[in-house]
Every structure is written in C-alpha cells, then in structure tokens.
C-alpha cells in the first residue's frame, strides 16, 4: 500500500521560506510513470493546487503561486519537496502531498493517494 | 481557470436516506470530473474519477453522473461515516480547479 508522509517546519516566519518533504514508501517514486503534487488547505478553507512534478522531472506550477514555489524530486531518498518563498500569513494552511494520476486525453489529472497533511503556520 | 461551484454549501441529511450533491463548471470539462471525501482532521480521499467512476474501494452506494458543466454525486443510503465535506475537482486542463465544497450534516 503507497504511503505519503510530509515533514518540516511547521512555523515560518513571514518572509521567509516554507520547506516540506514528502516521503513515499510502499512503492517507488519513478516507476509507473506517475507524477506527484503539493496542495494546500486554509484553516476552514477549501483546497488549492499548488503544482507538481512530472516523473521526468518537469514541473507545473499554479499561476497564482509560480514566482514563489519550487517543486524538487530526491529519487535516491524516494521523496519529493516543495519550497514556497516570501511567506506571508496568507500562506498558513495545512500542506498535503499528492500522487497524481494523469489522463492524457484530458492533459489534466487527479489525485489517488494523499499524506496526511502538515500544518504550516506564517507567523513572527 | 475553470471555476467550480459546489451548492448547496451544507445539505443536512438524516442516516438511511438518499444525499444528492452537486457541483457546476464555468465551462465545459467533459467528463473529466472527480469527487473527493475529507473528514475532520484527515485527507481527502477520492470516490469518483471520471465523473462516475468509483475508486478502488469505494462503496457502491456512492455515484457519480454527469457531462459538460453539470454533475452529481449521489449517496444512495447514507451511512453515520458519511458525514463528510465533499470536493468536486475538474481536470480537464494540467490547471485543475477544486470546488468550495458542500458539508453534508447529520440532520
């Protein structure tokens, strides 16, 4: 059974940057062709896509967050990570990785297998 | 950016009876349509993909329907676990949208 697991700091200061891992055991990160996503969930809010890494290694972001998030893949240590620089409070939420499974037909994709999520807090 | 939009945003539900939730795009994504469940404190976890599709695992109480704009997730006898926040999520372009969501409430 894939399991996803996020870790890091959970409080940020504004300005600087927020840094998660996601660990993936039960399964390799580079074989089936899938790729893997950051989505994030303000307190009571709903949920927001925040980018992903495809399995070659090219990555998407949200338009709305691009400037700022960076999306790395650590094959050796079969795990992936984001970095979202500039916080600010806006960006406090609870941070989920995702397995994403694509439809090429639709050049788009869902979400099949989720961590648990890791509260990130931007406050001074 | 396609806009989702889930209504109604809570729909209370007594246990045993039929839950019908919807959710509208702003345009046309065919059927490229998932639903998700989150519980307090946890995940979201799919049901639906490919508007009607249910996951691995998923209980066939739970169905989805629809095309183009227009979708529904129905929960045919709903059980005390099923009281959730439901998600309707679009894919139909690499910028995937999710909807606000609609709380379903014990009533």
């Not at chain 1, 870790?7 to 200061?13: C, D, H, I, Q």
């Not at chain 1, 338009?63 to 409070?89: C, E, G, H, M, Y």
């Not at chain 2, 039929?18 to 490229?32: E, G, P, W």
């Amino acid at each position: 059974q894939l399991q996803l697991q996020e870790s890091g700091s959970g409080l940020v200061k504004p300005s600087q940057t927020l840094s998660l891992t996601c660990a993936v055991s039960g399964g390799s990160i580079s074989s089936g062709g899938y790729s893997w996503s950051w989505i994030r969930q303000p307190p009571g809010k709903g949920l927001e896509w925040i980018g992903y890494i495809y399995h070659s290694g090219s990555t998407y972001y949200n338009p709305s967050l691009k400037s700022r998030v960076t999306i790395s893949v650590d094959r050796s240590k079969n795990q992936f990570s984001l970095k979202l620089s500039s916080v600010t409070a806006a960006d406090t939420a609870v941070y989920y990785c995702a397995r994403v499974v694509p439809v090429p037909a639709a050049r788009g994709y869902y979400f099949d297998y989720w961590g648990q999520g890791t509260l990130v807090t931007v406050s001074s | 950016e396609i806009v989702m939009t889930q209504s109604p945003a809570t729909l209370s539900v007594s246990p045993g009876e039929r839950a019908t939730l919807s959710c509208r795009a702003s345009q046309s994504v065919s059927s490229n349509l998932a639903w998700y469940q989150q519980k307090p404190g946890q995940a979201p976890r799919l049901l639906i993909y490919g508007a009607s599709i249910r996951a691995t695992g998923i209980p066939a109480r739970f169905s989805g329907s629809g095309s183009g704009t227009e979708f529904t997730l129905t929960i045919s006898i709903l059980q005390s676990e099923d009281f959730a926040v439901y998600y309707c999520q679009q894919y139909n372009n690499w910028l995937i949208t999710f909807g606000q969501g609609t709380r379903l409430e014990i009533k």
